[in-house]
């Protein structure tokens, strides 16, 4: 464990034991069965922590249910704001504990892990504010063919009840924040699931919301994997999933979504392209596209992973970004020289890595990077790939790593072509100074995002989600919080 952290990270990181948070209160871990957690940069076993059974997963949807019935729903929205606001207080008040522990179970920077924890605190108070906001609408439905008689007719937005939040290891605590925050403003209640390979963080933060004075049971946190987390997205008693993860789990849990009918929102894998035109500022475009791709190790949905560069441009760019990937400064999270830490796991570096074999088995040039520096930990090289044109599987597939690939274009329409020729549609950046070109390029990407002379970066005021396979459904912005609301329509007839 790294001697520099705080005695609370520490105190936390040394338990023997991480239950499970229902009803406000902590269980312990009931079979044998337990999910190591591994620090990346180190290799070494940090904890084991436990694995929900159906009837872990099962109290703790009775609690949320039980929870949104007796306790959330009677609030006054006033007083669900109240809550939010000091718990967004409390987040940045131990944001650095929070950082150490997430940058211990997880690898990225720690400036970065305490940037995460500040961004969901901002994302909770963003909603705050949406809990008094929630509104229907009214109309005129007045009976003409029935002289005297009325029809007062509104539309309510009542919050659609149980969710179970199932959260991916890149940003443990912003996806959290971004399916909390927006719930709670709504009235919802929730069993959230973090992932197996990062949980520990979650955990820390699930007291806090005990320490501000949520009423038990409202929010629940249960740890587990995979088959821990379908018990809970299939339980008869949860009224709507929310889901952030690979494409192939989203799909099974879509489709077992349908089989009940349960609502369902799936933020899903991507493979985003960026367009350089030869008229951009080159320097900021080189810079923002190796940020885009190498920040957070590539391990980030939103990773500008495909770029297509004008021809005329395309070898001094091509170089210039190689450059902007050899100088970053590879190191443990913890390092305060470090630009890039460690990938999150030994499986997904050797994932990554055989997605770099195959693009140089497919005769994919590497420009640079693709081998491993010396040592422990699971770092990367960034890694550079030319390629003439999208046939090859690295243009493809997510790698979900620091890996680029970059493709020549002579046309717009041609670099647009092969922009949207993914099956995903998440994020996508334009680079030009030229308004029309940019207009030209917003109107034409099949994406949920789109950002002009800016690698992708959220806020939560503005909709993140995906076409195609990149997801179903939007989060954040007023779209996220009317997300966990049904409408009811109501006629008065009098
Ligand atoms: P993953 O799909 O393997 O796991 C995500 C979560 O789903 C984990 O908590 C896991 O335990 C759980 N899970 C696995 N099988 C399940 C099942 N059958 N039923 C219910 N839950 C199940 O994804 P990951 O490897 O943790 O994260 C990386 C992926 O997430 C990448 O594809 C990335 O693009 C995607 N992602 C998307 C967004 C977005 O906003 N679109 C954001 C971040 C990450």
């Known amino acids: 464990m790294d001697n520099n952290i705080s005695n609370e990270a520490k105190a936390f990181l040394s338990k023997s034991q991480y239950g499970q948070y229902i009803g406000g209160e902590w269980f312990p871990q009931v079979g044998e069965q337990t999910l190591a957690i591994t620090n990346p940069a180190t290799e070494e076993l940090i904890a084991e922590v436990g694995i929900a059974d159906k009837s872990q997963v099962d109290q703790a949807v009775s609690a949320a249910h039980e929870a949104f019935k007796n306790k959330w729903t009677a609030l006054r929205p006033a007083d669900r704001e109240k809550l939010l606001l000091k718990f967004a207080h409390k987040l940045e008040e131990q944001a650095d504990i929070i950082a150490e522990i997430l940058t211990t179970e997880n690898g990225k920077l720690l400036s970065h892990a305490k940037g995460e924890i500040i961004g969901a605190a901002n994302t909770f108070r963003y909603y705050a504010g949406w809990a008094t906001k929630i509104e229907g609408e009214t109309l005129d439905l007045s009976l003409k063919q029935k002289p005297g008689k009325q029809n007062f007719a509104f539309i309510k937005r009542e919050p659609v009840g149980v969710v179970a939040a199932i959260v991916p290891w890149n940003f443990p605590i912003s996806i959290a924040a971004w399916k909390l925050?927006?719930?709670?403003?709504?009235?919802?209640?929730?069993?959230?699931?973090?992932?197996?390979?990062?949980?520990?963080?979650?955990?820390?933060?699930?007291?806090?919301?005990?320490?501000?004075?949520?009423?038990?049971?409202?929010?629940?946190?249960?740890?587990?994997?995979?088959?821990?987390g379908a018990a809970l997205t299939t339980h008869p008693k949860v009224n709507k999933i929310t889901f952030t993860g690979s494409t192939e789990v989203g799909k099974m849990i879509g489709k077992s979504a349908m089989e009940d009918l349960k609502e369902v929102s799936l933020e899903l894998g991507g493979k985003s392209p960026g367009i350089i035109f030869e008229d951009a500022d080159l320097k900021a475009a080189a810079r923002g596209i190796a940020l885009g791709i190498f920040r957070n190790g590539g391990q980030v949905c939103v990773a500008g992973s495909r770029v297509y560069i004008q021809r005329k441009i395309y070898d001094n760019m091509v170089a210039d970004i190689a450059a902007e990937g050899v100088k970053l400064n590879i190191s443990d999270g913890f390092d305060k020289s470090a630009d890039l830490g460690p990938l999150v796991s030994k499986s997904h570096l050797s994932s990554v890595q055989s997605y770099i074999e195959q693009g140089i088995n497919e005769g994919a040039e590497l420009v640079s990077g693709g081998k491993r520096p010396s040592g422990k930990g699971y770092y990367l090289e960034p890694t550079i790939f030319s390629v003439p044109d999208n046939s090859k599987t690295i243009v493809s597939e997510e790698i979900f790593g620091p890996v680029l690939v970059a493709v020549p274009f002579d046309t717009m329409e041609e670099a647009l072509q092969m922009a949207n020729d993914s099956k995903y549609g998440l994020s996508s950046t334009v680079w030009t100074k030229d308004i029309s070109k940019a207009l030209t390029c917003v109107n034409a990407l099949d994406a949920g995002w789109v950002f002009v002379n800016a690698p992708a970066r959220s806020d939560p005021s503005m909709p993140v989600g995906g076409n195609k396979q990149s997801g179903i459904g939007r989060e954040l912005g007023k779209a996220g919080v009317y997300n966990y609301t049904k409408m009811k329509s109501v006629n008065i007839v009098f």
């Open 181 to 228: 925050a927006p719930l709670l403003a709504a009235g919802c209640t929730v069993v959230l699931k973090p992932s197996e390979v990062t949980p520990l963080s979650t955990l820390y933060m699930a007291q806090l919301f005990n320490e501000v004075g949520f009423p038990p049971g409202v929010v629940n946190i249960i740890t587990g994997d995979g088959a821990t």
